[in-house]
């Protein structure tokens, strides 16, 4: 049966309690332990699909068609373990299933309440899986304190308490804020959030302390005093130039040894962290640096493209080169604006929802094309790059979406990117209506794609005939078209299984450009780059030399 570690943060958000999550359940591996990591948000969604980029990041999707945080993502790059619709989950879907339940009648009648009902919903979920792993890793989103997150934090109290003796520890991240004019790291902040804990009847066994400055031992120790925990278990987390340093640096800290410590796993195995060590290599001695312009709508928000930067990250480790990208709003490129591209070595147009800045990405895609810059279009992305054939290759002017028309209430445009009703998923046919509820009900997950042989995407993937990557949308190429566009010489090189979607597109006779349905960049892993994004660093590579 596995132990459980549940993370929890307090003070302010956005300490990274997700990667802390994360590079703990990487150091419990080097270790030889097996892990999964889990996510329990508060937020009354019943996921975050239907929310804006700019109000949670990007939605993360795993190869079972879930809609997740972004932090499951941050699980996935470090340890390599693939996320599954059972680690995460919101108080939306926790209340939802109760409701549910109780429409079914299968309370028998009993007035339904947070506790024992919610709560043990909550339980359920973490008992999920259980003994399948060494290690689950429980990050509760918010702060302690949050009266949306009181009926998680009550359901681990009681999981803990159900559990053996010693099954089970709390992990706490803080903020120590330094004042300047007195030149003093405050702990009263630290304090006053573990006593919170304390009120609800949890008590912290490691703290994770995060500061700008180093803490001096003496407040360690007054920390460790205050809030009742071990002095080798209050452990620093300063800022860091790479997300990537962060399992090396933690366990420096000696934040692995202060949780098996916690579990009275003595002697732990020794860690092999050689392959952190080759990350920090990559990053650290990088041979060059690309320039790639990174051609979206949510550009104010680099959360909304977490994914997209780190596979890129990993694309340049992968070639030994350092990636600079640049958030270029495609707005910007609407009109005579497609010079703000000169001196990339790369363009990239990522996924999307709406017509709002479209016309700037298939400016992008034309500029590309023209210029013979690599590109890579990913879903909305490789969807504006056919309809830049379309408009300037096919003599189809009038090319579009009917995503478009479908948000302006009129028909304006040839639909060589149509609405999908009906698509096979595995044994079965799945059926969609324009007015169905837009939670979870896009193409989601991951499908198959048989590969042309000979194409550049084949190549990629080394001779392969067919990938396999996850999904997020519910419009698509539209493969009436297919004969006209590559008379005119864009190459449908990927096909679903059955040969109904358009899965890849590339130019034969351009140097490197290449248009996917999927979202790779969801799978990629600094140990393990998405071949599409090493692929198009490396293109980008050569056209560096070549400019």
């Not at 591996?29 to 999964?36: D, K, L, M």
């Not at 506790?115 to 339980?123: A, D, L, R, S, Y």
């Not at 949308?473 to 096909?495: K, N």
Request: glycine letters at 10%; proline letters at 5%; a negative charge.
């Amino acid at each position: 049966m596995a132990r459980y570690i549940f993370i929890t943060g307090g003070v302010v958000s956005s300490l990274g309690k997700g990667l802390a999550s994360a590079a703990l359940g990487a150091l419990l591996q080097a270790r030889g332990f097996t892990v999964r990591l889990r996510k329990l948000d508060p937020y009354l969604n019943v996921d975050p699909g239907t929310m804006s980029p700019f109000e949670h990041g990007e939605v993360f999707v795993t190869d079972d068609g879930a809609e997740t945080d972004l932090d499951l993502g941050h699980y996935e790059r470090f340890t390599g373990v693939s996320a599954r619709r059972t680690d995460s989950v919101s108080s939306g879907r926790i209340y939802s299933n109760v409701l549910e339940k109780e429409r079914r009648g299968e309370y028998l009648g009993k007035t339904i309440q947070v506790i024992p009902h919610v709560t043990n919903e909550i339980k359920d979920f973490l008992a999920i899986g259980e003994d399948e792993v060494d290690f689950m890793l429980c990050e509760i989103g918010g702060t302690v304190g949050d009266i949306e997150g009181l009926p998680f934090f009550e359901a681990i109290r009681q999981f803990t308490h159900q559990r053996p003796r010693g099954q089970c520890i709390l992990m706490h991240l803080t903020l120590l804020p330094y004042l300047a004019a007195s030149g003093e790291l405050k702990t009263k902040p630290t304090q006053h959030s573990v006593k919170e804990l304390q009120s609800i009847g949890l008590a912290p066994d490691v703290l994770v302390c995060r500061s700008e400055h180093p803490i001096p031992e003496k407040e360690r120790a007054k920390i460790a005093l205050f809030c009742n925990v071990r002095p080798d278990a209050v452990i620093p987390a300063y800022d860091l130039k790479s997300i990537y340093e962060a399992p090396l640096a933690y366990h420096r800290a000696g934040l692995d040894r202060a949780v098996l410590d916690a579990f009275a796993i003595s002697p732990a195995p020794r860690p092999d962290l050689s392959k952190w060590e080759d990350v920090m290599d990559r990053l650290d001695n990088a041979e060059g640096q690309v320039n790639i312009a990174v051609v979206g709508k949510y550009t104010q928000l680099e959360d909304a493209y977490k994914s997209i930067a780190e596979a890129l990250t990993h694309g340049g480790m992968a070639n030994r080169v350092r990636v600079k990208a640049d958030w270029v709003d495609s707005e910007k490129l609407e009109g005579e604006g497609a010079h703000l591209l000169d001196g990339y070595h790369g363009i990239i147009v990522p996924g999307g929802f709406g017509e709002r800045g479209t016309e700037g990405m298939i400016a992008a895609a034309r500029y590309a094309r023209e210029k013979n810059v690599p590109y890579l279009g990913i879903c909305l992305g490789m969807q504006m790059a056919v309809i830049e054939a379309a408009r300037n290759l096919g003599g189809m002017p009038d090319a579009g979406s009917e995503e478009f028309d479908h948000e302006a209430g009129k028909t304006r445009f040839t639909p060589v990117v149509y609405h999908l009703k009906e698509w096979v998923q595995g044994n079965y046919t799945v059926n969609r209506k324009l007015g169905d509820d837009k939670g979870g009900t896009m193409r989601l997950g991951a499908y198959t794609a048989m590969l042309a042989e000979g194409s550049k995407i084949s190549e990629i993937y080394g001779g392969a005939l067919q990938m396999e990557d996850r999904h997020r949308h519910r419009y698509e190429v539209d493969a009436t078209y297919r004969e006209a566009l590559e008379a005119a010489g864009l190459s449908f090189s990927g096909m679903s299984p059955d040969g109904k979607l358009p899965e890849v597109i590339e130019y034969p006779h351009h140097p490197w450009f290449i248009g996917v349905q999927s979202h790779p960049e969801l799978k990629s892993k600094p140990f393990a780059p998405a071949p599409l994004f090493a692929g198009f660093v490396r293109a980008a590579m050569d056209e560096g030399r070549l400019v």
